[in-house]
């Protein structure tokens, strides 16, 4: 704690009121209470020139709460909810407790919080862009899927095509019987194609003026403009990895650990990190081990994976290639090299 902080708080996030710890530096609590979740609240709460080490959850609230504290002067502690499983499982479970836990937690040691850093703000913003992208392409595959299914009921089938194509292209084998039921979904369908394609646009655009370092990971075939600009913005700051390997477990695209003794078992994947992020790699990962995948060290590696057969032995190497993709496209955006798809067969091949 720092020599100013006297005051520890934790602070249990809620959409209209927050739960509030107060401890004093003997670990007493000195006050109890709550505060509406609004702007004006808190800053009229925690202003005042009293600096404190608060501590908060990640959550909906986490990110403006925290610039906002930050701003009246605050050491903020933003402790990963995941990991808190004394509070998610605790069998008294409130909010009071939650509060008092955290501030507790964040007195003794806030390395027990595995405190994160939100983006900021600007970020945050093009972040959300991504999203509401991710949320109608989304909501047009459950569409597509929805008239496929219908219409096998009828006994027919529509043709194959892209998502993009879809509702012009199956309009004419809808049965004249599912017209009523289906017309009106197909032109939602068009409707939601039309707004991706905005998206589109807009990421492509945002790429090319503000986010210059995403040229350097579309290099890799797989990776495009949604891919590599939810990429940069996620890491936000490369310099955060020490290492270009820490990429892949901070995704949530290394196994599980449950080692004792000689037990050894194979894990899922831990699944941390941003789901929308990891989501995009893998689909990566499936162009680049699919049949329209160039050649390269990267797709080499993962058919060799796939090749020694077992269980799931498929499913495993495209979220192989996806951890090492991560890992590569953190290394072209720190040393901004030429992105060369052969480089290890080169080395390997005799002279």
């Not at 991560?326 to 072209?332: S, Y």
Request: hydrophobic share 40%; with cysteine; proline share 5%.
């Amino acid at each position: 704690m720092t020599q100013d902080s006297t005051l520890t708080v934790g602070v249990d996030l809620g959409d209209e009121h927050s739960h509030l710890c107060v401890l004093d530096t003997g670990g007493q609590v000195v006050e109890e209470g709550r505060v509406r979740t609004t702007e004006g609240a808190l800053r009229k709460r925690f202003s005042g020139p009293a600096r404190m080490r608060i501590a908060l959850e990640t959550g909906t609230h986490s990110p403006w709460v925290s610039r906002l504290l930050e701003e009246c002067g605050h050491e903020v502690l933003v402790a990963q909810s995941r990991k808190l499983r004394m509070i998610s499982r605790s069998p008294s479970k409130n909010d009071r407790s939650d509060a008092e836990m955290l501030a507790r937690l964040a007195r003794v040691d806030p390395h027990l919080l595995s405190p994160i850093r939100h983006r900021g703000v600007e970020a945050q913003a093009d972040l959300a862009v991504l999203r509401s992208r991710q949320a109608l392409v989304r909501a047009r595959t459950d569409l597509v899927n929805h008239v496929r299914g219908a219409v096998k009921s009828f006994g027919a089938r529509l043709p194959k095509c892209s998502t993009d194509a879809f509702a012009r292209k199956v309009r004419e084998a809808i049965p004249e019987e599912l017209h009523p039921a289906l017309l009106p979904v197909l032109e939602t369908i068009e409707r939601l194609t039309a707004d991706v394609r905005v998206f589109d646009r807009r990421v492509e655009k945002r790429c090319e003026e503000d986010y210059r370092a995403t040229a350097l990971l579309r290099q890799v075939a797989g990776v495009g403009p949604v891919t590599s600009l939810a990429y940069v913005l996620v890491l936000e700051d490369p310099a955060r990895f020490a290492k270009s390997r820490a990429v892949g477990s901070y995704l949530g695209l290394r196994p599980k650990q449950s080692d004792s003794g000689e037990q050894e078992p194979q894990l899922r994947i831990t699944k941390a990190g941003d789901k929308m992020l990891r989501a995009l790699l893998v689909q990566a990962a499936h162009y680049i081990l699919g049949p329209f995948g160039p050649d390269t060290d990267l797709r080499r590696w993962g058919l060799a994976l796939a090749a020694r057969g077992g269980k799931n032995a498929k499913k495993r190497a495209v979220v192989a290639v996806a951890r090492k993709l991560a890992v590569l496209l953190h290394r072209l955006w720190v040393t901004g090299e030429v992105y060369e798809p052969l480089r290890q067969a080169k080395r390997s091949k005799p002279t």
